[in-house]
């Protein structure tokens, strides 16, 4: 009886740990001397995250704190997609980070090109925003993970439900 491994690639972010992160961005902007009377907010939406503060360099100093924090957290700076920066009223400044989840059909097509490319033995479906990896083997399975991790993809990978 011939079985088949598996695995799935998705990219995907722990939503706790972005809101654990979010959490100590905050904590730290209110107890930093340098950003304590920016009057700076930031708001964490479904799929955004809202910074709103008074100047330019101050949202920097955010931008720094805020990737410091999530890859503390072990979350890939791949999942923030930085906006461009609007004027808000009375002098100050407005910023949507969009967070990136999925994969999409464009990269999906890259990632099973490669797949079908370098490996013979191995199959690849894309399946809505993720891509299913099938194998007769698994270190066949193994050595496609280890391929794709040299990739740079614009997104984060992970792989998942592997069997």
């Not at 009377?37 to 101050?58: K, M, R």
């Not at 923030?80 to 990136?100: P, W, Y």
Request: glycine fraction near 4%; charged fraction near 35%; avoid cysteine.
């Amino acid at each position: 009886m011939a079985s088949t491994f598996s695995f799935d690639i998705v990219s995907d972010f722990d939503r706790q740990e972005l809101v654990n992160a979010v959490d100590q961005v905050v904590r730290e902007i209110k107890s930093r001397y340098d950003l304590k009377d920016t009057a700076t907010t930031i708001e964490l939406g479904e799929d955004n995250i809202t910074v709103s503060t008074d100047s330019d360099f101050t949202l920097e100093s955010v931008h720094t704190i805020l990737r410091e924090k999530a890859a503390k957290r072990n979350l890939s700076q791949k999942i923030f997609e930085f906006g461009k920066v609007e004027s808000a009223s009375g002098n100050r400044v407005r910023e949507e980070i969009k967070l990136k989840k999925g994969i999409s059909q464009e990269i999906a097509k890259q990632i099973s090109k490669l797949i079908r490319d370098e490996f013979k033995k191995v199959q690849a479906s894309i399946q809505g925003d993720a891509v299913r990896v099938t194998a007769k083997a698994k270190d066949d399975l193994q050595t496609v993970i280890q391929r794709l991790k040299e990739e740079d993809y614009p997104v984060a990978l992970q792989f998942t439900n592997y069997r």
